[in-house]
């Protein structure tokens, strides 16, 4: 009987081992160029799920692409349940959204228990916008961000570095990616919901790409789209901006227009456009931030000034350059990147950069990466003319290795040369020489501590001819362009020796001056 009693009892525990399954979403907020505009249901996509029987775990797993999990060979209890975490180390994934850096804790959510008696279906698990939602939805931007990232580069691990967002409801800290904690710290204002502002949380995981997977020196500090910035910045938050704008490209069911990059706030919103771009006179020169993310968009989402059609064109190309050639260098640039790409598929050059003559992505936004009609003239035996005089006024570049080198034929008066209207951060050192290239009559680097244009000038007595040297200045930029001028003008009146003067002059206006009517001394000279 005993015998008999065990091997039921063997029968009836195999019987009670059940599959459980479930699935989970989340609501987000919808949006367009006008801002939020309603609430969806979204899967929590390749998010950790915990099973607990009566509070213990008891199997570990993830959602997959519909947020769906199952769980087989459970053990039969009345009080079963599900914890779902935002996070995920594996997959080519390693996400965690934590509430702050000082507590640090995962954001979770718990479902209700059943009873496996009488279901093995947990159903679908909502998180809603005033509970859990904001966490998962920083989290499945981070699934994209990684998903993304795994299409661009195919041997990427099953578990990368770690991304770590950190968020909390009414954190008023700001929202920036912060290099010393390799994290991402996001607002969680009600005047200024970061948390489901996709394109700025995607923006942020671009620096965080960048500083992981190739090489940032950005100054940090205040910006705007419309501003000129150091060349460092500009290309680290234009690379911020393609990236975000990539991503959501790369899902398109969710992301009808990934151009516009919107930003909505509590009350409104504001939006500017990469692919037109926006502030179309502004967004010029690589020192500005729209016109880096500008031409990156450009290079894989074709360009009206090139045969490039629409759809994906350059991504592998872009991504070799940011993530190969990149990190071999310093002061990383938007000309760091050009160079790269240069290294990585020199035929699609021409299309890339233009020519002083050809239309191109980089020149449509006033990036002159590319010789100018001058060239060559690195030496004095092949100096350029330069013509005197307003319409003398000629663009130049500093593509070319080595410093640019112009003759100018000068008439008698006083002959001045200056570079102006700096472009691309490019910086000047002018030097002006006699005929032989050998002695050195002015040089000037600096126009003042503020305009890094350079000026010189030197008297000419005679019908005369100079050479005139213009040198790059500075470590961080190599190419830049300037425009460069000569003239001659009027010689200014000779001045006197100081303590000169005419001494009947001198004591006659004294003594008007101080009226001394009787005391006529003759001034001594």
């Known amino acids: 009987m005993r015998t008999a009693f065990f091997l039921v009892g063997m029968a009836s525990a195999a019987a009670a081992q059940v599959t459980v399954s479930g699935a989970v979403q ?37 959602t997959d ?42 954001y979770t959510a718990l479902s209700a228990s059943i009873d496996t008696s009488v279901t093995t279906s947990f159903g679908t698990i909502d998180l809603l916008q005033t509970g859990a939602g904001p966490a998962f939805n920083i989290f499945d931007c981070a699934v994209k961000c990684f998903q993304y990232l795994a299409s661009l580069q195919p041997s990427l691990p099953a578990v990368p570095p770690p991304m770590t967002v950190y968020w909390e409801l009414n954190n008023a800290n700001g929202t920036y990616f912060d290099n010393a904690a390799n994290g991402i710290f996001l607002l969680g204002l009600v005047s200024d919901p970061d948390q489901y502002d996709d394109d700025i949380i995607l923006h942020e995981m671009g620096h965080w790409v960048a500083f992981n997977f190739s090489r940032d020196d950005t100054l940090g500090g205040p910006h705007s789209v419309i501003d000129q910035l150091d060349p460092r910045t500009s290309w680290s938050e234009g690379w911020a901006h393609y990236w975000s704008a990539a991503v959501r490209r790369f899902f398109p069911a969710e992301y009808a227009n990934p151009n516009l990059q919107v930003d909505n706030f509590g009350s409104g919103n504001s939006v500017f456009d990469i692919e037109a771009p926006s502030f179309p006179t502004l967004a010029v020169m690589a020192t500005n931030e729209l016109a880096v993310a500008t031409v990156l968009w450009h290079l894989i989402d074709g360009n009206t000034l090139s045969p490039l059609g629409s759809g994906s064109v350059y991504e592998p190309e872009i991504w ?30 021409p299309t890339v950069s233009g020519s002083e003559t050809t239309p191109g992505i980089f020149k449509e936004r006033e990036i002159r990466y590319y010789p100018d009609d001058s060239d060559p003239n690195e030496s004095t035996g092949t100096a350029a003319p330069l013509t005197l005089g307003p319409v003398g006024l000629v663009q130049r570049t500093f593509f070319t290795p080595g410093d640019d080198w112009y003759s100018v034929a000068a008439t008698p008066g006083l002959l001045s040369v200056q570079t102006l209207n700096l472009g691309d951060g490019g910086d000047t050192v002018l030097e002006l020489y006699d005929a032989s290239g ?33 040198t790059r200045g500075g470590t961080v930029v190599q190419y830049g362009y300037y425009d460069l001028q000569a003239q001659v003008g009027p010689l200014p009146p000779p001045i006197p020796p100081h303590g000169a003067h005419h001494c009947g002059a001198l004591g006659m206006d004294a003594v008007a001056l101080l009226g001394l009517v009787r005391l006529l001394r003759r001034p001594r000279c």
């Open 26 to 62: 989340y609501e987000d907020r919808t949006y367009d160029a006008a801002g939020f505009n309603g609430t969806t249901m979204r899967p929590v996509r390749q998010a950790d799920v915990e099973l607990l029987d009566t509070g213990t775990s008891v199997a570990l797993g993830s």
């Open 65 to 106: 692409e519909t947020g769906s999990f199952s769980f087989s060979g459970v053990a039969a209890s009345s009080s079963l349940q599900v914890r779902i975490y935002a996070r995920r180390a594996g997959g080519k994934i390693n996400a965690v959204v934590r509430n702050n850096a000082g507590a640090s804790a995962i």
């Open 320 to 349: 070799s350059s940011v993530s190969v050639q990149i990190p071999l260098q310093i002061n990383i640039t938007l000309e760091k990147f050009h160079s790269g790409l240069t290294v990585v598929d020199p035929a699609i050059m």
């Open 438 to 470: 050998l002695t050195l009559l002015a040089s000037n680097d600096h126009r003042s501590s503020t305009d890094r244009s350079s000026f010189v000038e030197t008297p000419v007595a005679a019908n005369a001819t100079f050479l005139v040297r213009v």
